[in-house]
């Protein structure tokens, strides 16, 4: 069964850091593109970043745009998200998703361009 798992989240301070990870089981994801969304309450999913396969195209939302990273070890089977100088608005459940494609150097932050979705991770930044 394919399936992405996230771990990761947690409550910390504003101006804190955290990495998320994003795991596949029952597929590899050398040759999928990966995204990380956001929602928070009363909000739409939002594309955070994203990383195509060859890892060599990234893209961030400006909110997050100099603050968090997204990179990937194919090795591992695993994406992660770091996340620093975070903010109280960055406050939502993180979700990773990932699509196979053949465009090895591209990748969306447009959420129904995903196949495979995790089940998300808890992100609190409060004082």
């Known amino acids: 069964q394919s399936q992405l798992v996230e771990s990761g989240g947690g409550l910390v301070q504003p101006g804190g850091s955290l990495r998320l990870s994003c795991e596949a089981s029952g597929f590899t994801l050398d040759d999928s593109a990966i995204g990380w969304f956001r929602e928070a309450p009363g909000k739409e999913r939002e594309g955070v970043s994203c990383i195509s396969s060859s890892a060599i195209t990234t893209d961030y939302a400006d909110s997050v745009k100099g603050r968090f990273t997204i990179s990937r070890d194919n090795a591992k089977n695993t994406v992660y998200l770091q996340m620093n100088s975070l903010q109280p608005e960055d406050t939502a459940v993180y979700y990773c998703?990932?699509?196979?494609?053949?465009?090895?150097?591209?990748?969306?932050?447009?959420?129904?361009?995903?196949?495979?979705w995790g089940q998300g991770t808890q992100v609190t930044v409060s004082s």
């Open positions: 998703a990932a699509v196979r494609t053949d465009l090895r150097h591209s990748c969306s932050r447009y959420r129904l361009m995903y196949r495979y």
